[in-house]
């Protein structure tokens, strides 16, 4: 049964778009969290324990304080992958897929992650920014996906805001609606206990309303991160090509041309699918038409 649930895990998170695999590592995540709570609960004092407190606190949740975040730099991503309760990882991801895949739809699949990233290092930097002016929060840690699923949700409301959302007893709600509520209950909540996530919130939903103006207006805030992803893909198609080059070597079996021209065409599909038509070469669309004919003779 085990290997079962762990084969449609891995199916789902090779196959899936951004958004399932996004899910899927704030699961784990969350799943990691729980269990250095069990093994390292210290039942005496009803506490978390070392363990918790070392790994979590201390070394995975954004601190406050400016210079702990120097000397631990990777809590600014860590953090966004963070939930402590149940109920917040549930939201969190709930919003994600609701509106996730309508994001990625619009958009492209390729701007899910570097949307989510940059959201969550905004959200970051305002909490780090509101921490040295308002005591309250000084001392505090901060994670969760919050500010990046609101950079989501704004981007998705900035780029549709007449797409409409059926919700249950409510019946359809375009997303602008959904958006301005997001920012009012945040509004509302500044002076409650959390303070420092709600302005995190906001700083991430600041970040997708500037995304998409940007890009209208020409410019990508989060190209260096498109970039980024697609060089690391690049390198592993070098290296798949190496190995299946080191292989027919090995092998000393000829590949079939139907087969070579199948791989490209599979190649291309994916591609239209994550990023559209329009992001084919001239070559790329040579292909495809060679193929299309191919197949009607």
């Known amino acids: ?27 784990f995540v969350f799943l990691f969290v729980i269990l250095l709570r069990i093994f390292g609960y210290d039942w005496q004092a009803q506490s ?17 304080s400016l210079k702990e975040v120097l000397f631990h730099p990777w809590t600014l991503i860590t953090h966004m992958f963070l939930h ?10 709930m919003w994600l897929f609701w509106i996730g895949r309508i994001f990625g739809d619009l958009v492209g699949d390729k701007k899910v992650l570097p949307t989510y990233l940059m959201g969550g290092l905004f959200g970051a930097m305002t909490y780090l920014i509101v921490a040295t002016i308002i005591p309250t929060i000084s ?3 901060a994670m969760g996906a919050s500010a990046a699923v609101s950079a989501i949700i704004l981007a998705t409301a900035v780029t549709a805001p007449d797409y409409s959302l059926r919700f249950i007893l409510i019946g359809n709600v375009k997303l602008k609606y959904v958006a301005l509520a997001v920012i009012v209950l945040d509004l509302l909540y500044l002076t409650a206990s959390n303070s420092g996530g709600h ?27 498109e970039k980024l992803m697609d060089r690391k893909k690049k390198v592993k198609k070098n290296k798949a090509m190496h190995v299946a080059h080191k292989s027919k070597l090995v092998d000393k079996k000829p590949i079939k041309k139907n087969n070579s021209i199948q791989l490209s065409v599979d190649t291309i599909l994916d591609k239209i699918k994550a990023e ?21 003779n």
Not at 48 to 61: H, K, M, P, R, S
Not at 84 to 93: C, D, R
């Open 139 to 141: 001392g505090s840690i």
């Open 48 to 64: 978390t324990g070392w363990l918790y407190d070392t790994v979590v606190n201390e070394n995975l949740a954004l601190s406050s």
């Open 276 to 296: 559209g038509i329009e992001s084919l070469s001239k070559e790329e669309k040579e292909i495809l038409d060679k193929a299309s004919q191919s197949e009607s």
């Open 199 to 225: 302005f995190a919130h906001l700083g991430g939903a600041f970040f997708g309303w500037l995304s998409v103006t940007s890009l209208r207006r020409g410019y990508s805030l989060t190209e260096p991160i």
């Open 84 to 93: 402590e309760g149940a109920w917040h990882l549930f939201w969190n991801m």
């Open 1 to 27: 049964m085990f290997d079962s649930i762990k084969r449609d895990i891995q199916q789902s998170f090779r196959s899936g778009n951004m958004i399932t695999r996004l899910i899927l590592v704030n699961c």
